[in-house]
């Protein structure tokens, strides 16, 4: 991995979880531009619901915390 994709990931886990889903949101679709048909769509939109349901478990964990 270079310096660059490490900074890149550090910067990201600090972000909110907000913060976290607008950037993943926004790297899907500049991943999609500069693919221009290279990827399936259908490998984009797997990729993309991973990501959220990750998010969400991670959201549900954090809200479990919180209430106890």
Do not use: Y
Request: proline share 1%; net charge negative.
């Amino acid at each position: 991995m270079t310096t660059a994709v490490r900074q890149l990931l550090e910067s990201f886990k600090a972000l909110t979880e907000a913060e976290k889903h607008e950037a993943t949101v926004e790297l899907l679709r500049h991943v999609q531009q500069e693919a221009r048909g290279a990827l399936p769509d259908e490998a984009l939109v797997e990729v993309a619901d991973e990501l959220f349901r990750d998010l969400d478990a991670r959201e549900a964990a954090d809200a479990r915390g919180k209430a106890r």
